[in-house]
């Protein structure tokens, strides 16, 4: 998180740890398996809080109110490792990449299309339900990840910051994506 993919090495995340470098490599064999490591299970993390949040009662646009919340979350009091997760995976090990970790790779990309999807079906039941502008909803997703994911650029942890705290910001973010998106929106 603090260096980026390229500049960090395995004496890095060793030193940080308090470990011996020989303690990394025994659970990752290469500083490519640890970041993408990382990228999976931040994504299984946060399938696993946002995915049950479809089957809540109420309008879609209640549902997408949750799932933006549980993501902005995640991002806020999962800081690092959502940081590292929100970054550009493919730029970093796409070029030379070994076929077991093109194929990690390739589960982890699946990992994020499936998430987008969480989100896609949601705005899909907001377009039926006539709540949402009608409009390509995979298209939809993106911006409305971005700027949920955007908490990684601008967002750090203040000393003495409540739950509340979290929430306040978690739910000024949630408002602005689920009106945007409403027809009748910002737009003219």
Do not use: C
Not at 65 to 92: C, D, F, I, N
Not at 133 to 138: L, N, V
Not at 153 to 174: F, S
């Amino acid at each position: 998180m603090e260096f980026g993919y390229t500049a960090t090495s395995l004496d890095h995340v060793a030193e940080r740890l308090g470990a011996t470098k020989g303690r990394v490599y025994h659970y990752f064999p290469s500083k490519a398996d640890l970041f993408l490591g990382i990228h999976q299970a931040a994504m299984e993390t946060l399938i696993a809080k946002v995915e049950p949040l479809l089957d809540l009662p109420g309008t879609a646009a209640e549902r997408l109110h949750a799932m933006a919340m549980a993501h902005a979350r995640m991002l806020m009091t999962r800081s690092p490792e959502q940081k590292v997760a929100v970054g550009k995976l493919e730029r970093h090990l796409l070029r030379g990449a070994t076929a077991r970790h093109q194929r990690t790779l390739q589960a982890i990309v699946r990992l994020r299309d499936d998430y987008e999807e969480l989100f896609a079906e949601v705005l899909r039941d907001g377009m039926r339900e006539g709540i949402f502008e009608e409009q390509p909803a995979r298209l939809a997703t993106k911006p409305l990840l971005g700027a949920l994911n955007w908490l990684t650029v601008w967002y750090h942890p203040r000393r003495g910051e409540t739950g509340e705290d979290i929430d306040v910001i978690a739910r000024t973010i949630a408002d602005f994506v689920v009106k945007g998106l409403r027809k009748g929106g910002p737009l003219p």
